[in-house]
């Protein structure tokens, strides 16, 4: 069992920066496939990032080259660094975990409650 809490999220202008934090607990950590999800009101649930085991990522086509996904393993801590925020950018954004994981938010065993990220023009 893994448990997650989102943090970090809030109203911002757009163009500027926003660090989510997801503190785990409950499991060997380090060895989950970690990932960011989000979703707008109305729209299906999308993968934004993830992180494997050891370290590899993956992006969508969306925030390729603005978003950055890290972890710190002594802190039990995932991280998703946005930049560049555009209006198109909010939604309520998850935190999940998966032995296995992958891109699709199905591929993933537990959930954070979400933490709202709101983008104004």
């Known amino acids: 069992q893994v448990q997650l809490v989102e943090s970090g999220g809030g109203s911002v202008q757009a163009g500027v920066s926003l660090r989510l934090s997801c503190v785990a607990s409950g499991s060997t950590y380090s060895n989950y496939y970690m990932g960011w999800f989000r979703q707008a009101p109305g729209k299906e649930r999308e993968g934004v990032a993830s992180?494997?085991?050891?370290?590899?990522?993956s992006f969508a086509d969306s925030v390729k080259g603005r978003f950055t996904i890290s972890k710190d393993n002594a802190k039990n801590t995932l991280y998703l660094q946005m930049n560049s925020l555009k209006p198109e950018d909010t939604a309520m954004y998850y935190c999940?975990?998966?032995?296995?994981?992958?891109?699709?938010?199905?591929?993933?065993?537990?959930w954070g409650q979400g933490t709202q990220v709101t983008v104004s023009s």
């Open positions: 999940a975990a998966d032995e296995y994981g992958g891109s699709e938010w199905y591929e993933y065993n537990y």
């Open positions: 992180i494997d085991s050891h370290g590899s990522t």
